[in-house]
């Protein structure tokens, strides 16, 4: 057997030459490769290779850039290669170093294939589709034409896909890559190689993400979308958050039209527009619409959402059906919640577990899995989980209907500061989930603290960058004007390039002003009826009350925030 030594340089040990090191290694493992491998750079660990290693070598692999200790191995035949061919196919790269060739050698100059441009497809969400999943899909977009890879990015959110990918692109791609924080369809990736991983990945490191993909991606089967989660393993590390993010993703557009549409109610018929005695009116209509359809659908949505991230689209019906269950039990949203996870994890377990003849496996996603799924999940929630749940949501309903004074307070500042904390991340959307899903238990008073807590980073950004100039470079106040944008549509991201470029001061200001916006919200008995809009909602008749209590709390919030930004800031070079 060949025996082949390599050397892997990361200058600073960057993460790439670890991975790449970690790719050779198992590569070789997998084929059966005899390989000594040392890992070199500042902070490296493990032991450089032994003078027998290299005595008893038929080849050597250069991997990477530095001193990569070339003297040390005399005549012994020599292989190059960069990091970025080791990510990109490490089974070619050492197809080379053991044919004699280097990397670079070709019989007619022709680019090797791990060097050759890579057609990536791609698709961003986020649970709202509105910051991250654009962020993300900017990163994957930079850090591919920088690579010189091609790319097409279908970004999906709340309102549907937009640039969606065509069959042809699909059929023509190297490799699909997922970063979203839902649940995504991937039906049409049958027989393509998909790596799936979350939006921050894709905003923090497009370059390290996509060389990973290339090199982690994984064959999606051709059955996956219809009998079972046959999903690459970076997405099945997503855990319980990610499937209740996309069951809020798929519930918002239900909470938005109801709500809009009972104020709407009550705009043309008053505060009576939906008794019986007004019934015919353009007021009554409304609320029908509203009330008894879009209202009635949110816990079933988030319930079968759920399901469907756990288990694709067999998991579904039982999930719906589960939370229609809840909502008919007056379990509500933690009913639907409960019904999603069970209905999602019964069908998953199903699916992996029913085995049968190849003329009857089209039975298991039409019939089996959604009867079966459907009669667990049921009878769980008949006898089970429904009382208790209705019973705690009874309790917190009535809790949080009561609330007043310095309770009220006490909730305001905890759910705007978690707004704040990490700005989209998952404590921001676990305020904001909560929130939005209390909307169909009739309590509206802690979305509207999280809304306005949400708006007020970036417009207290804005604002510091107005009253202190000389805390900001010439492009952040240029990108003040940006910001300020952002926070009046309730787009909290839009403050995150002022806290990642000085965090330890920044994010105390952010978090300080949230609470206070929150706090003030919470007190003046603030209630919003729609999970988003920004400002843009104000003019709407009851869909945020008071209005006035609403401007103050917003007021007081970005003062707040402009003020401890301007103190705490250093001046800018």
């Not at 080379?96 to 060739?101: C, D, E, H, T, V």
């Not at 991250?132 to 034409?145: K, L, N, S, Y």
Request: aromatic share 4%; glycine share 14%.
């Amino acid at each position: 057997m060949t025996h082949l030594v390599a050397v892997v340089g990361g200058g600073d040990l960057s993460t790439h030459a670890v991975l790449a090191a970690e790719a050779l290694r198992r590569a070789a493992g997998r084929r059966n490769q005899r390989l000594d491998l040392e890992l070199r750079g500042r902070g490296a660990t493990g032991a450089p290779l032994s003078e027998g290693a290299i005595r008893d070598a038929d080849a050597v692999l250069l991997v990477g850039t530095g001193d990569l200790g070339e003297g040390r191995f005399g005549a012994l035949h020599r292989a190059k290669a960069a990091i970025e061919d080791v990510l990109a196919d490490v089974d070619a790269v050492i197809d080379r170093a053991l044919s004699g060739k280097s990397l670079g050698e070709t019989s007619r100059g022709a680019a090797p294939e791990a060097s050759r441009p890579k057609r990536i497809v791609a698709i961003t969400s986020c649970p709202t589709g509105i910051a991250h999943t654009f962020m993300a899909a900017e990163g994957i977009q930079a850090a591919a034409q920088a690579l010189g890879h091609r790319v097409r990015v279908e970004t999906q959110g709340s309102v549907g896909a937009r640039d969606a990918l065509t069959q042809e692109e699909i059929a023509a791609a190297d490799i699909v890559l997922i970063a979203a924080d839902t649940g995504v369809d991937r039906g049409r990736f049958s027989g393509k190689r998909v790596y799936a991983t979350t939006t921050k990945a894709a905003i923090r490191d497009g370059k390290g993400l996509i060389a990973t993909a290339l090199k982690d991606a994984e064959l999606q089967g051709a059955d996956a979308a219809e009998s079972g989660p046959a999903r690459p393993a970076a997405e099945t590390k997503a855990g319980a958050y990610k499937h209740l993010m996309t069951g809020v993703s798929f519930m918002l557009p239900f909470v938005v039209a109801g709500g809009l549409l009972i104020a709407l109610a009550f705009a043309f018929g008053g505060i009576d527009a939906m008794s019986a005695a007004n019934k015919g009116s353009l007021g009554f209509a409304l609320g029908e619409i509203g009330a008894k359809a879009a209202f009635a659908l949110i816990v079933p949505a988030l319930a079968g959402y759920i399901a469907f991230s756990i288990a694709d689209r067999p998991g579904i019906a039982p999930g719906m059906i589960g939370g229609m269950l809840a909502a008919n039990l007056n379990a509500g949203f933690l009913g639907g919640i409960a019904a999603g996870f069970i209905a999602g994890y019964t069908v998953a377990f199903l699916s992996r577990s029913i085995r049968l003849p190849k003329n009857l496996e089209g039975l298991k996603p039409v019939l089996i899995l959604p009867l079966v799924g459907t009669l667990v999940t049921g009878l769980l929630m008949v006898y089970v989980v429904g009382v208790p749940v209705a019973a705690l949501l009874a309790a917190l309903t009535g809790w949080l209907k009561g609330m007043q004074g310095a309770s009220a307070l006490v909730l305001g500042l905890i759910l705007g500061g978690m707004m704040a904390v990490d700005m989209g991340g998952p404590i921001n959307k676990a305020a904001y989930a909560s929130s939005a899903a209390l909307i169909s238990s009739g309590i509206y008073t802690p979305m509207a603290a999280v809304m306005l807590a949400g708006m007020t980073p970036p417009l207290g950004i804005a604002l510091a960058t107005r009253l202190f100039p000389g805390r900001f470079t010439a492009q952040e106040r240029e990108a003040g004007t940006a910001a300020a944008v952002l926070g009046a549509a309730f787009i909290t991201e839009g403050a995150i390039p002022f806290a990642a470029a000085d965090p330890l001061r920044v994010i105390p200001a952010l978090v300080a002003g949230s609470a206070a916006a929150g706090a003030v919200s919470m007190t003046f008995g603030v209630a919003l009826r729609v999970p988003h809009g920004g400002l843009f909602v104000l003019p709407i008749p009851n869909a945020i009350t008071p209005v006035l209590g609403a401007v103050a709390a917003l007021v007081v919030g970005t003062l707040i925030t402009a003020v401890l930004v301007g103190v705490l800031k250093k001046r800018a070079a």
